[in-house]
């Protein structure tokens, strides 16, 4: 079963526009949800991340929105630029007693930016 | 700072023979962990180790097999490999709950 579902699959934004990319999950004991960015050939990386304490967070262009009562979260770049091309990943992972950050990942959107 | 390193890059292997991924970290994290990666599935957990001594399945388990050799190394192993298992393999590591999960560059594997 998919954990969490991302949504969608693939994006097409000009330059300067706003890029959204959306994930919704079931587990409500989920409490870290981080965005991962991936470029071909390389291996994911992290670009921002929420725990459900907050609503918001912001880095730069990029802003995470989580609504925890409808158990969603949100990406959005802000002025999407060329380089951001990629695919991102939304993730989500529950305590486990402060050891691990088992990571489930949603099923990824290939993001490109037109110049 | 090398990060997390994996071994080989790319791979081909017949259907029926074994093979061992290497995973290699140099931040001193306590937890790795061996997703694949195939199109439209996301990554996927296979195992993940929460500490040195121990491991865990993940969400794909079957037909892997994990050693954690020391708190630097975590290895897979195919153990009879099958087409299914052709895939993206990345390799990671982090402290804990809550911290930033750092990945390798990623295995290529092709099973004919």
């Known amino acids: 079963q998919q954990q969490v579902k991302q949504s969608p699959q693939s994006l097409i934004v000009q330059k300067g526009g706003i890029s959204i990319i959306n994930c919704a999950y079931e587990?409500?004991?989920?409490?870290?949800f981080p965005w991962y960015q991936q470029f071909p050939g390389k291996g994911p990386a992290l670009l921002i991340a929420?725990?459900?304490?907050?609503s918001e967070k912001k880095e730069g262009r990029f802003t995470i929105s989580f609504n925890k009562s409808a158990k969603q979260f949100s990406l959005h770049i802000m002025d999407s630029q060329p380089g951001d091309s990629a695919t991102y990943f939304c993730a989500a992972s529950r305590d486990y007693g402060g050891a691990t950050n088992k990571l489930i990942f949603g099923t990824g959107t290939l993001l490109a930016v037109q110049p | 700072n090398a990060g997390v390193t994996q071994t080989p890059k790319f791979q081909v292997l017949k259907t029926g023979q074994s093979m061992t991924l290497q995973c290699a970290q140099d931040m001193n994290h306590n937890s790795m962990y061996w997703y694949r990666q195939d199109p439209g599935m996301g990554l996927r957990l296979i195992y993940y180790?929460?500490?040195?001594?121990?491991?865990d399945k993940g969400e794909v388990p079957n037909g892997y097999n994990v050693s954690r050799l020391n708190k630097r190394e975590f290895s897979l192993r195919l153990e009879s490999a099958a087409p299914s298992q052709t895939s993206v393999y990345f390799c990671?590591?982090?402290?804990?709950?809550?911290?930033?999960?750092?990945f390798g560059q990623g295995t290529r594997l092709t099973v004919v």
């Open positions: 587990n409500t004991a989920f409490d870290y």
């Open positions: 180790s929460a500490s040195e001594g121990t491991t």
């Open positions: 929420i725990r459900p304490d907050v």
């Open positions: 990671a590591s982090s402290e804990r709950h809550y911290t930033e999960a750092f």
